[in-house]
């Protein structure tokens, strides 16, 4: 007979998990209230930000997450289908809850028309400590103001990891980095790059005052299509901040004012302007040729 504190309640039943311990696993068939409260934080950054969680699926995303050493506090598989041998080793080695839902409730928790995730991971919100996002001589900061499109946003996470940005900062009334069309579109780069929400430029100001690089100030590049400075114009070899404004209204007024240098991207045929994450993907791109060319030059 099993001693008292391994004997299932009501609706769990016994795996193995971390280190080949027995851990209880919570079965779900109906939409009671701990699947409502996951249904609503795919839609809901207030229940979301209350209960300090969001839901992340994909073998990457879950992959990274795990592999960056964020906190995982619940992972749920399909009740009914055999997990993968992906899903396995996770279910086997990540210390958290282990949930077991009804494939019907996993599809609507799911972002695929076509059948349940064979994982979704419950993933805790980091706090928004700008001191997450380190400041020294090869510091390349973003910024974006006030996007208004998810999507945007993690499209940006994906493009500062790829070229070598030291994190990211969203401020102001802005799109959620936590909303699960965020999340996609990072590719799993948010739980690679530090991403920190801010109420505005003061707060960025002062933290880039107090942990100023030891190698000089930080240039405060802005990006705007009136900038006269073309990008390959304008060294991004040193400590530089990038600012980007607002998909339609861009670079507010009071961060106009702070940049040292506007640039713009020189550009042919009918396009008038570039997306603003794919205009900030490109400035980064540039950063990061400036300085590897910098790096391999002789002494």
């Known amino acids: 007979m099993l001693p008292c504190s391994l004997c299932p309640r009501q609706g769990e039943f016994f795996e193995v998990g971390p280190g080949g311990s027995q851990v209880a696993v919570r079965r779900i068939t109906t939409r009671n209230a701990r699947f409502q409260q996951w249904q609503a934080q795919l839609t809901n950054r207030t229940k979301r930000q209350r209960a300090g969680e969001f839901l992340v699926q994909g073998v990457r995303p879950i992959s990274l997450a795990v592999e960056h050493g964020w906190p995982i506090r619940t992972l749920i598989h399909d009740a009914e289908r055999p997990p993968t041998a992906w899903a396995r080793r996770l279910l086997a080695e990540v210390p958290a809850e282990r949930v077991a839902m009804a494939p019907e409730l996993l599809t609507d928790l799911g972002e695929k028309e076509?059948?349940?995730?064979?994982?979704?991971?419950?993933?805790e919100l980091p706090p928004d400590e700008l001191s997450?996002?380190?400041?020294?001589?090869?510091?390349?900061?973003?910024?974006?103001?006030?996007?208004?499109?998810?999507?945007?946003?993690?499209?940006?996470?994906?493009?500062?990891?790829?070229?070598?940005?030291?994190?990211?900062?969203?401020?102001?009334?802005?799109?959620?980095?936590?909303?699960?069309?965020?999340?996609?579109?990072?590719?799993?780069?948010?739980?690679?790059?530090?991403?920190v929400r801010a109420p505005g430029q003061r707060e960025v100001l002062s933290w880039?005052?107090?942990?100023?690089?030891?190698?000089?100030?930080?240039?405060?590049?802005?990006?705007?299509?009136?900038?006269?400075?073309?990008?390959?114009?304008?060294?991004?070899?040193?400590?530089?901040?990038?600012?980007?404004?607002?998909?339609?209204?861009?670079?507010?007024?009071a961060w106009r004012e702070r940049c040292d240098v506007l640039v713009s991207i020189p550009m042919t045929g009918s396009a008038s302007s570039l997306n603003a994450a794919n205009a900030a993907s490109v400035v980064l791109y540039e950063a990061a040729r400036q300085r590897r060319a910098a790096a391999h030059a002789p002494a």
Do not use: Q, W
Request: proline share 9%.
């Open 114 to 123: 076509e059948g349940p995730p064979e994982l979704v991971a419950v993933a």
């Open 132 to 195: 997450r996002i380190a400041v020294d001589d090869a510091f390349l900061g973003v910024v974006f103001d006030r996007p208004t499109s998810p999507g945007n946003v993690g499209s940006l996470i994906r493009s500062a990891d790829a070229f070598g940005a030291s994190g990211l900062v969203v401020t102001g009334h802005a799109a959620d980095v936590y909303d699960p069309k965020s999340v996609r579109a990072s590719t799993g780069s948010l739980f690679a790059l530090p991403v």
């Open 208 to 253: 880039l005052a107090e942990a100023a690089p030891p190698g000089g100030p930080v240039t405060v590049v802005g990006t705007d299509e009136g900038g006269t400075v073309p990008i390959d114009a304008c060294d991004l070899t040193g400590p530089v901040l990038l600012l980007v404004g607002n998909e339609t209204r861009g670079l507010s007024a």
